[in-house]
């Protein structure tokens, strides 16, 4: 059962940004770990961000650091806000939650997902 939704995803030229959102029940929107995934075909999943809830802090791949923010939005959603996007930042979005434990980039490690957003960006 998916229980999350991720919305906002689109195209958009290489510079330009996007806000993409994840909602669901805030029983689980409140798991310890909150994330972000990407995967390009041919890709395998890579984690991008991740929120830890109970202290608030992040952390990101090196990849989009700098660039993304993930944060929890006004109605309860957790946020991925997207800057000076790339072309290679091209791939289907996906928020992921679950509870503290191994590297927070490990997909494995994530027991509810949705069912993800494109994102495409242009050169």
């Known amino acids: 059962q998916v229980q999350l939704m991720e919305s906002g995803g689109g195209s958009v030229q290489a510079g330009g940004s996007l806000r993409l959102s994840c909602s669901g029940p805030?029983?689980?929107?409140?798991?310890?770990?909150m994330a972000w995934f990407r995967q390009a075909p041919g890709n395998k999943r890579e984690g991008v961000a991740v929120?830890?809830?109970?202290?608030?802090?992040t952390d990101y791949a090196d990849s989009v650091k700098g660039r993304f923010i993930i944060s929890r939005g006004a109605y309860n959603t957790v946020d991925l806000q997207m800057f000076s996007l790339k072309p290679e930042d091209t791939a289907v979005y996906f928020c992921?939650?679950?509870?503290?434990?191994?590297?927070?980039?490990?997909?494995?490690?994530?027991?509810?997902w949705g069912q993800g957003t494109q994102v495409t960006v242009s050169s």
């Open positions: 992921a939650a679950g509870p503290y434990g191994g590297r927070w980039s490990d997909s494995s490690g994530y027991n509810d």
């Open positions: 805030k029983s689980v929107l409140t798991r310890q770990r």
């Open positions: 929120l830890y809830s109970s202290i608030g802090s």
